[in-house]
Every structure is written in structure tokens, then in C-alpha cells.
């Protein structure tokens, strides 16, 4: 069975770094589009960055863009997530996500229903 194992994450003070990394069993790894989600506290579940299948083309957050960097190693079937001037806003648990139907020619996605393959969530706790 296809699966998404995270780990990483952790607590911080703001201003600091974290990363999270997401590892993905299966044959077809290489060809899907993976992505972080996250969620806080009291809020929906929301987009954080996307890659395609071969590392090429990402897309961030806004909330984002400019400090997280979403990665991908295709050989050793991980994606990861370095988080770098972190805010306190940024607290959530994050989700390792795959779109199991992508090919090589699939964008990356910020819609959550585009993914069918899901970690288990990290926490990431920044502290003001």
C-alpha cells in the first residue's frame, strides 16, 4: 500500500528555521505532483507549496513565498520542506500530500481535492 511518513518539525522561537520531510513508498512516486498542506488551530485546512514531478516547477503561498523552499528526491522517493524565518503564524500541523494520478506533464496544484495520498501530519510550533 501506497504511504506518506513525515517527520521533522517541532517547536522554535520566531525568526527561526524548521524543516519537515515526507517519505513516499510506491513504483510511480516519480511521476506525481506532491505538496504541503497545513492546518491551524480553528482553521481550514490550507495550501502551502507544490512541485511537480520532477522538481522543475513549484508553486508557494503567498503567506509563504520567499521563505519556504518545498524540495523534492526523487531517488529517494522524499519531499521536503525547509521553513526559514518562521512566524508564530505559521503554527499548524503539516500534511505531505500526493496526487497519485499525475503524470509528467500534471502541474502543481494548490486545490486539496487534486490529492489523494496523505501523511499523517507533523507539528511546527513557533513561538513569539
Known amino acids: 500500500q501506497e504511504q506518506l511518513v513525515e517527520s521533522g518539525g517541532g517547536l522554535v522561537q520566531a525568526g527561526g528555521s524548521l524543516s519537515v520531510s515526507c517519505a513516499a513508498s510506491g513504483r510511480i512516486f516519480r511521476s506525481y505532483v506532491m505538496g504541503w498542506f497545513r492546518q491551524a488551530p480553528g482553521k481550514e485546512r490550507e495550501f502551502v507549496a507544490s512541485?511537480?514531478?520532477?522538481?522543475?516547477?513549484?508553486l508557494y503561498a503567498d503567506s509563504v513565498k520567499d521563505r519556504f523552499t518545498i524540495s523534492r528526491d526523487n531517488m529517494r522517493h522524499t519531499i521536503a520542506l525547509q521553513m526559514n524565518s518562521l512566524k508564530a503564524e505559521d503554527t499548524a500541523v503539516y500534511y505531505c500530500a500526493g496526487n497519485r494520478r499525475s503524470h509528467t506533464g500534471t502541474y502543481p496544484s494548490a486545490q486539496d481535492d487534486d490529492y489523494d495520498l496523505w501523511g499523517q501530519g507533523a507539528q511546527v510550533t513557533v513561538s513569539s
Open positions: 512541485i511537480n514531478y520532477s522538481g522543475g516547477v513549484t
